[in-house]
Structure formats: structure tokens, C-alpha cells
């Protein structure tokens, strides 16, 4: 092995790579507009004094958002995903879909814990969703992880899974099921992930919104010991922050036997 390899470690992505463009571009301009009040000679003191905090304002909500989207996908991801899968009991046989998998971030973590079995993902590989998107830059982080023989990646849409009733031990989603806009196919991606999970199997579905809408659905749909995963500060935080419009949590249920 070359030390290059040594060091070599699996990148799952930046999420939503538009959205965090588009905070720190926004935080550009208004840290110009900031430093231009500031030093301009065209304004009053008192119209100085509150543009200058509207735009100062500004320029820290905005660098602060896209710093704490960076940070999230780099390293608050990692730790979130290795909490949600320590909530299944795992035996290393079990067969494992991931839904929505992006470059592998739940199909790998998911991977690492089985040793007979097998983690599937599937994808539609939107690079809007997720930066450089695609079933090799995932399949290139199964082999950096040293899992490549236990994951396979396939094309296909969560509102009509290839697979067939009672299939999977385990299905999981992470912060896929919102990007469907209509609540009609976000219900339809739910009852498939229901009829491919295994009598006694167990779900779980991490997102950033809609999260109190996929546990009512799930329960509606038959499932049992449905509980809500969160940090209920960070969550308070970042709901503040954004208007009511971003708080990762997750939900995790069971078919019943």
C-alpha cells in the first residue's frame, strides 16, 4: 500500500451545494455593502449607523450559514449517521437499502457494520442535491472504506423501488425525501420504502423538513415504534435562524411482524 493510499479518506459531498453557493456569494455582496456604507462619505451618521448594522447583520447570518453547511457536510454528517444506524441491532447479515444514497454516506456507514450482508443504493444522481452526484464517486467511496463487495449502486427513482415486497432488513434516507416537492410523492417514496422493508425490518429516515409528516404517514401506513431522533437545541437554533426552515432530525419506525 503507498502512503498516499494510507491517507486517503472517502468524501461524501457537499449537500445542497446551490444553497451554500449561494449564502456565501450573498455574503460577499453584503459584506461590500457593509465596508461601502462604512467608508462612504454620502451618508449621515444616523443612516451610516443603520445601514451599517442591517448590512453587518446581514453579512454574518449569511457567511455564518454557509460556514455552518460546510461544517454539517464535512463533520456533523458523519457523527449523525453513526448515531442513527447504532439504532438497529445489527447482526451483519442483514440486506440494506439506502434510499436517495448520494455518494454513500448511510450506504457505507451501513456497510461497515455487515459481514454476510449486503447495502443497496439507489439514486437519480442530481448534482443539485449533491455535489459531483454520481454511482462511481459513491462506488470510489465503498473502496476507500474497504466495502466495495458488500455495496452495490443502482439507478432508480424512491416513488417506484425495483425490488419486490418484504425484501430489505433495514431501509434508510438521509435528507432525500424533501427533495420530492409535491406531499403526494413524498407519500408514494414512504409506502415503498413500507412495502420493501421485511416484516419486523426497520426504517429510518433522516431529513431536514417534513419530518413530523413521514412519522403520521409511517404510522398510517402500519408501522410501530415510531420515535423522533434530534438535538433538541440545536434544532431550536436552527429553526430560529431559518425561519422555521431547516432542523435535521430523523425518524426511525418497524414493521410490524
Not at 100 to 113: E, V
Not at 154 to 182: G, I, Q, R
Not at 208 to 234: D, K, P, T, V
Request: glycine content about 8%; some cysteine.
Amino acid at each position: 500500500m503507498t502512503l498516499g493510499n494510507t491517507y486517503k479518506k472517502p468524501d461524501y459531498g457537499i449537500d445542497a451545494p446551490g444553497l451554500m453557493r449561494f449564502f456565501f456569494i450573498a455574503g460577499v455582496v453584503a459584506l461590500t455593502l457593509f465596508l461601502g456604507v462604512f467608508l462612504s462619505s454620502i451618508f449621515g451618521q444616523m443612516p451610516k449607523i443603520i445601514l451599517g448594522l442591517l448590512f453587518g447583520i446581514a453579512t454574518t447570518y449569511l457567511f455564518g450559514m454557509g460556514c455552518f453547511m460546510l461544517f454539517y457536510s464535512k463533520v456533523t454528517k458523519l457523527k449523525d449517521r453513526n448515531r442513527l444506524l447504532n439504532l438497529v441491532q445489527w447482526s451483519g447479515s442483514e440486506l440494506v437499502l439506502d434510499v436517495g444514497c448520494g455518494r454513500g454516506l448511510m450506504l457505507i456507514g451501513s456497510a461497515k457494520r455487515l459481514t454476510s450482508g449486503k447495502a443497496i443504493g439507489i439514486d437519480l444522481w442530481k448534482q443539485e442535491d449533491q455535489a459531483d452526484n454520481s454511482s462511481a464517486a459513491t462506488l470510489l467511496n465503498a473502496a476507500t472504506e474497504g466495502v466495495a463487495e458488500r455495496v452495490e449502486v443502482k439507478t432508480a427513482d424512491m416513488c417506484e423501488l425495483p425490488f419486490p415486497d418484504n425484501y430489505f432488513d433495514v431501509v434508510v434516507s438521509n435528507w432525500a425525501v424533501h427533495n420530492l416537492e409535491a406531499e403526494s410523492n413524498r407519500k408514494k417514496a414512504l409506502d415503498e420504502m413500507i412495502r420493501v422493508l421485511k416484516p419486523d425490518g426497520m426504517a429510518i429516515l433522516s431529513d431536514i423538513i417534513h419530518q413530523a409528516e413521514y412519522g403520521q404517514h409511517f404510522e398510517l401506513g402500519g408501522m410501530i415504534n415510531i420515535q423522533s431522533h434530534n438535538n433538541e437545541i440545536r434544532d431550536l437554533v436552527l429553526k430560529a435562524v431559518t425561519f422555521g426552515s431547516f432542523a435535521p432530525s430523523a425518524i426511525s419506525a418497524k414493521k410490524a411482524a
